[in-house]
């Protein structure tokens, strides 16, 4: 009869060693999972991040040129960097000059668009804001 319980002992002792095997084999699965897409997830953040600052450099640019002559309008002109595009658009809008800027970094686009008022030499920011469109 003693022979009999330290059998089932070990058997049961195995049975929790496989059981406990397999619920940190699953953990261990699901969290490199979960570090994999957190990877991937700060990519995308880092490439809108690009587009955004890049689109912002679009519209000093725009802005530049309107201080050198505040006269200028352009419709749908392309600027290029490496793999970063935009395209820069300026109106005239009755005392005022609308910017809007659609940015391209490995195909994430950020719209910008900013509206400004010229007295004199000076250039006044109105508006600043990132479309979702």
């Known amino acids: 009869m003693v022979c ?24 261990i699965k699901t969290v490199s999972f979960l570090g994999i897409s957190n990877v991937e997830m700060a990519g995308i953040f880092d490439k809108g991040d690009n587009v955004l600052v890049f689109s912002e450099g679009c519209v000093e640019e725009a802005l530049r040129r309107i201080q050198i002559d505040n ?52 250039i006044a920011i109105q508006s600043w804001e990132e479309l979702t469109e």
Do not use: H, W
């Not at 009999?4 to 953990?27: E, F, R």
């Not at 820069?88 to 719209?111: A, H, L, M, P, R």
């Open 4 to 27: 009999v319980y330290k059998q089932q002992s070990g058997v049961a002792m195995l049975l929790i060693v496989v059981i406990i095997s397999v619920v940190l084999l699953l953990t």
């Open 71 to 122: 006269s200028y309008t352009v419709s749908n002109f392309p600027l290029s960097i490496g793999s970063e595009s935009c395209i820069i658009s300026v109106e005239d809008n009755i005392g005022q000059k609308i910017i809007t800027i659609v940015g391209n970094t490995d195909n994430y686009y950020k719209k910008i668009r900013v509206i400004i008022s010229i007295v004199g030499e000076e």
